[in-house]
Each structure stands twice: as C-alpha cells, then as structure tokens.
C-alpha cells in the first residue's frame, strides 16, 4: 500500500493486532505519513494487554491468530474499554463478520482491502466515537425514558446507563433524529458508516438487533425500534418526557 500525497493531520494513537507481520507494517508505514502514530502487536494477549493499558483512537484487530484469536480479544476488550474497534476478516467469510459485529465490532474490513478504503473506515469509526462539541447545554434525542446526548456521547434508559458501541450509539441518534419516520436501510448504512449500500450485507441488522437487546427490546412487539418490513426501521416514542429537547 502506497500512501497517496495528503494533508498531515494531528497524530493519533492506533494499535494494529495481527501476526501477519508484513501487513502490520504497511499498514504502519500507509497510515504514519497521515499523522497516525502506530504500534503493533503480533498476537491475541499482548494485543489485549497493550489495548487495555493504554489510550488509543482505534484499534485494528485481526480474526486469524494462533492462541487467541481476535473474537477472544475483543470479547475481553468490551469488558472494560469502548475503543473503536476494526476487524480484518478473510475475503467473504460473512460467519467472521457477523460474530465479530455481534460482541462488539465497530466495522470489519475484508483483508483485500485497499489503503483508501482503509483510511476511510478508520476515519468513519474514529469519527463516531468523537465527543462532539455544540451548543453549551447538552443537546439531548430523547423517546419516553430514552435519552441519548451527543456532547457527552452517553445514552440513559430510565435511570439505567447503557453501555454502546460507537456505532450502536450512531444508529441510535440517527433513528432519535428521525423519530417517527422511516429510515431505509441504505440509508442507515450510508449514514453511519459511510459505507456503500449493499442489498447482501445484513451487518446494519446484526448491530440493531444488539441495540434491540442493550434497550431491552422484544423484536415482535417492540418498545423503541421497530422494523418496516422490506424497507428499513423507524423509532417509536411511546412518551416525551418535558426535559428532553425535541
């Protein structure tokens, strides 16, 4: 992978675990031009170790690897920490795709990736997770005790802290912002992912179907998200607490 000439920006931590230590390295001299620092780490437990021991941006982690493979990485690594997280998955192997989706997974990128749409994945991952900076009162998307606040990128069910990833949070704004209405499926994806819509990738479902559970959601008769069958999802409001914002 050759690094295309662009603007160098701040430098940023990311950990690379994969023991095919020959990608690790382009990927490390790609991603170094554009002001990312990053380390590496060639197997599952120093991977893990090193995850949890420090601060980084994202983390791009490996399914394939002898002793503990990614899956076991990234279950230990939900336990304590919401780091952005990237899996490298064989070319087609959607099974790898879906487990790692469902315990945590922000986005997966096949290993025939090129160096673009690398770097555009791990700007859209990155960028979910960012607090972002508004107004001075946080601006809170709320549906009956639901309340979700993009300054502090927290969610709050009831009393009741719930702890998503960044792009279960994502989802969640995206349907609080068009509460009511219909949001496609293509155009979920496009927007919380920045990725191409395909009518053969069911990962949109995978990462709602996670939300469902996270809000204690029943699927047949659902309090929050509810699915259009054939077209997409919209999120109900069953009540409008006088503190949220609309």
């Known amino acids: 992978m050759k690094a295309p000439m662009m603007e160098i ?3 940023r931590r990311l ?3 994969d023991d095919d230590r020959k990608l690790a390295g382009l990927i490390r001299d790609y991603l170094t031009p554009m002001g990312y620092q990053v380390e590496l780490r060639h197997n599952g437990p120093d991977g893990l170790a090193e995850a949890l021991a420090s601060p980084y941006e994202a983390v791009i982690l490996d399914v394939m690897m002898p002793g503990m493979d990614g899956f ?3 279950k230990e690594l939900r336990k304590k920490s919401d780091v952005p997280v990237l899996m490298l998955t064989a070319l087609g192997d959607e099974a790898d795709r879906i487990v790692g989706l469902e315990i945590g997974a922000d986005d997966y990128l096949p290993k025939t990736f090129s160096s673009r749409e ?8 990155t960028r979910r997770s960012r607090i972002q900076i ?5 601006r809170e998307l709320c549906a009956g005790l639901l309340r979700l606040c993009e300054e502090t990128h927290t969610v709050v069910l009831g009393d009741k802290p719930l702890d998503l990833t960044s792009l279960e949070f994502s989802i969640l704004a995206a349907l609080l912002k068009s509460k009511g209405r219909v949001k496609t499926r293509e155009r979920l994806i496009e927007e919380v992912s920045e990725r191409r819509f395909d009518i053969f990738d ?3 479902d995978v990462h709602v179907s996670s939300l469902r559970k996270k809000l204690g959601d029943d ?7 509810r699915t259009i069958r054939g077209i997409g999802y919209t999120l109900h409001e069953p009540e409008t607490p006088e503190h949220c914002q609309p």
Do not use: N, T
Request: aromatic share 4%; no cysteine; net charge positive.
């Open 134 to 138: 508004g107004d001075d009162a946080p």
């Open 9 to 11: 920006h701040d430098s």
């Open 72 to 74: 076991a990485v990234l």
């Open 202 to 204: 069911r990962s949109i």
């Open 118 to 125: 690398l770097l555009a994945r791990l700007r859209a991952v």
């Open 15 to 17: 950990l690379v675990v």
């Open 219 to 225: 699927a047949k008769s659902p309090r929050f998200i």
